[in-house]
T-cell receptor, first 111, second 114 residues
Framework: GQQLNQSPQSMFIQEGEDVSMNCTSSSIFNTWLWYKQEPGEGPVLLIA???AGELTSNGRLTAQFGITRKDSFLNISASIPSDVGIYFC???????????WGAGTKLIIKP | DAGVIQSPRHEVTEMGQEVTLRCKPISGHDYLFWYRQTMMRGLELLIYFNNNVPIDDSGMPEDRFSAKMPNASFSTLKIQPSEPRDSAVYFC????????????FGAGSRLTVL
């Protein structure tokens, strides 16, 4: 079946550093979503992407819909302690299919 | 809106007991989803409803699991009998009928089966 490869699996960085993570798939997607999950909570939507090449920002977060439609990237600039959590990508082929989820990238920030 | 509301937040039970998890979706959302999250398997879609009708239950692990949505504002996920391997966090999520498959998740129900 379809799978999303999300990397890295975890990141252990210094406060103030920039962060990059990505998701790749062997299938073409029409929608890419990025969610963040904090301990004891459900995933919360950060950014939604609907067009190949689309670049969308949400504060210090920027996500891109890859040109090939098989990948997506999330960048966090100047990380702060509250950025800790697990970041998930999710892709959808079209409205007739449900979301396919990545395994998550766990972000840990050293103060 | 209060968002997607799940209860209980935590449940500890013994093997063989019946477990019922509850969900109230966001008002006006026509789709409701039940997910299970574990370290080993990540987020797994168990079942989803559209306008209170189950559309796809292929993710339900086995007959011990059942889900209902008697009306637009309430859904249950039941496990009977529960087993230790059912221990996980169960999330309910909902979304509108528009084309974008953007889900809003509840805070989850953490189930521990001893």
């Amino acid at each position: 079946g379809q799978q999303l490869n999300q990397s890295p699996q975890s990141m252990f960085i210094q406060e103030g550093e920039d962060v990059s993570m990505n998701c790749t798939s062997s299938s073409i997607f029409n929608t890419w979503l990025w969610y963040k999950q904090e301990p004891g909570e459900g995933p919360v939507l950060l950014i939604a992407l609907y067009k190949a090449g689309e670049l969308t920002s949400n504060g210090r977060l920027t996500a891109q819909f890859g040109i090939t439609r098989k990948d997506s990237f999330l960048n966090i600039s100047a990380s702060i302690p509250s950025d800790v959590g697990i970041y998930f990508c999710a892709g959808q082929r079209n409205s007739n299919y449900q979301l396919i989820w990545g395994a998550g990238t766990k972000l840990i920030i050293k103060p | 809106d209060a968002g997607v509301i799940q209860s209980p937040r935590h449940e500890v039970t013994e093997m063989g007991q019946e477990v019922t998890l509850r969900c109230k979706p966001i008002s006006g959302h026509d789709y409701l989803f039940w997910y299970r999250q574990t370290m080993m398997r990540g987020l797994e879609l168990l079942i989803y409803f559209n306008n209170n009708v189950p559309i796809d239950d292929s993710g339900m692990p086995e007959d011990r699991f059942s889900a209902k949505m008697p009306n637009a504002s309430f859904s249950t996920l039941k496990i009977q009998p529960s087993e230790p391997r059912d221990s996980a966090v169960y999330f309910c999520a909902s979304r509108e009928s528009s084309g974008a498959n953007v889900l809003t998740f509840g805070a989850g129900s953490r189930l521990t089966v001893l």
